[in-house]
C-alpha cells in the first residue's frame, strides 16, 4: 500500500476505467484544442522498463527546500500536478476531471518539472552519476532506502547527504520528468 510515481502506457492512457486514464485524456486534448494545439497520443512501444517508485520518506524536508528556491507558483505547479506529460505547457492545466487524489487533474509538463529539478539537485549538490535512473520497480527507492544513498554519501559527503529523504525526492521528480520526456510517457500517482 502507499503512494507510488509510475509511468503510463499508451494503453492505459486511452483505456477508460479505474485502470485506464481516458478521461483524463480526453479532458486534455479538449484543452490542447482549445489552445490551438495539438492533441496528445502517447506512442506505443514505451519504455524497455517501468517506472515506479513509492513515496515513503517524509516530504517535510523536500517542501523546505522547495519553499526556500522555487516561487509559490513553481512550487505550486512542481509539487501538485496530477499528471506529468512529455511536452512543454505553456502553463499548467487544470482538469475537472479527478485524480487518483484530487477532485480535479493538475496536467504540467515534464521539461519544467525537469528545470526545477535540475535547479534543485544543483543546490543540494546531487551526485547525478551515482544516483539510479529507473528501469525497473523501485530501483530508486531501494537505492535511498535500502543503504546504497548512505554508502554513496560516505565516499561523496555533501548538502545532499544531509537528508537523504530530501535528496531521494529531488531526485524522484528529476528522474520522472527525464523518464517521461525520454520515453514519451506521461507519469501520474496511483
Given amino acids: 500500500m502507499g503512494v507510488y510515481l509510475?509511468?503510463?502506457?499508451a494503453d492505459d492512457w486511452s483505456t477508460a476505467g479505474e485502470e485506464g486514464h481516458a478521461d483524463v485524456a480526453t479532458a486534455l486534448n479538449a484543452e490542447l484544442a482549445r489552445r490551438g494545439r495539438p492533441p496528445y497520443e502517447p506512442k506505443g512501444g514505451g519504455a524497455p522498463g517501468r517506472f515506479e517508485e513509492k513515496?515513503?520518506?517524509?516530504?517535510?524536508?523536500?517542501?523546505?527546500?522547495?519553499?526556500m528556491r522555487l516561487t509559490p507558483e513553481e512550487r505550486h505547479a512542481f509539487l501538485d500536478w496530477s499528471v506529468l506529460v512529455p511536452f512543454a505547457l505553456d502553463e499548467a492545466v487544470v482538469l475537472p476531471v479527478g485524480s487518483?487524489?484530487?477532485?480535479?487533474?493538475?496536467?504540467?509538463?515534464?521539461?519544467?518539472?525537469?528545470?526545477?529539478?535540475?535547479?534543485?539537485?544543483?543546490?543540494?549538490?546531487?551526485?547525478?552519476?551515482?544516483?539510479?535512473?529507473?528501469?525497473?520497480?523501485?530501483?530508486?527507492?531501494?537505492w535511498f532506502l535500502e543503504g546504497e544513498a548512505e554508502k554513496?554519501?560516505?565516499?561523496?559527503?555533501?548538502?545532499?547527504?544531509?537528508?537523504?529523504?530530501?535528496?531521494?525526492?529531488?531526485?524522484?521528480y528529476l528522474r520522472a520528468a527525464q523518464f517521461s520526456l525520454r520515453h514519451g510517457c506521461p507519469m501520474t500517482y496511483c
Fill in 55 to 67: 513515496l515513503s520518506p517524509s516530504m517535510d524536508g523536500f517542501d523546505e527546500l522547495c519553499r
Fill in 100 to 142: 487518483a487524489y484530487t477532485d480535479e487533474t493538475l496536467v504540467v509538463g515534464a521539461p519544467y518539472v525537469l528545470a526545477l529539478a535540475e535547479r534543485l539537485a544543483g543546490a543540494l549538490g546531487l551526485p547525478l552519476d551515482l544516483v539510479p535512473a529507473p528501469l525497473g520497480n523501485l530501483e530508486l527507492t531501494f
Fill in 152 to 172: 554513496a554519501a560516505a565516499g561523496r559527503p555533501g548538502t545532499w547527504a544531509d537528508d537523504l529523504a530530501t535528496a531521494f525526492y529531488t531526485a524522484l
Fill in 6 to 9: 509510475v509511468d503510463v502506457g
